[in-house]
Nanobody
Framework: QVPLVESGGGLVQAGGSLRLSCAAS????????MGWFRQAPGKEREFVAA????????NYADSVKGRFTISRDNAKNTVYLQMNSLKPEDTAVYYC?????????????????WGQGTQVTVSS
């Protein structure tokens, strides 16, 4: 198992910002892609954003384009999700995941390792 630990979730008003972090430990992730997914109550888990660890290629869901930014710090083995202009519909548990294929894919079944999730709640 590869420990992935998310942090940075919380309660924020609509229009506000949060930055999620995902720290990976135990191995080097130079050949992995990292992704963020979310799951709202009663809904399927959905793709949010992904980044290729080595090349920095990114991929975003249409619903977050222009508002969310995924980035990574290779030295810290950490990936971030900067979330701006948050909306109530962004409320969900956000999960970090690692994919051993270094392409920022959007399907959760391709990802091999998952964090425990962090709650993001956006009030109207």
């Amino acid at each position: 198992q590869v420990p992935l630990v998310e942090s940075g979730g919380g309660l924020v008003q609509a229009g506000g910002s949060l930055r999620l972090s995902c720290a990976a430990s135990g191995r080097t992730f130079s050949s992995y892609a990292m992704g963020w997914f979310r799951q709202a109550p009663g809904k399927e888990r959905e793709f949010v954003a992904a980044i290729s660890w080595t090349w920095g290629r990114t991929n975003y869901a249409d619903s977050v384009k222009g508002r969310f930014t995924i980035s990574r710090d290779n030295a810290k083995n950490t990936v971030y999700l900067q979330m701006n202009s948050l909306k109530p519909e962004d409320t969900a548990v956000y999960y970090c995941a690692a994919d051993d294929i270094p392409v920022p894919r959007t399907t959760d079944s391709w990802y091999d390792y998952w964090g425990q999730g962090t709650q993001v709640t956006v009030s109207s």
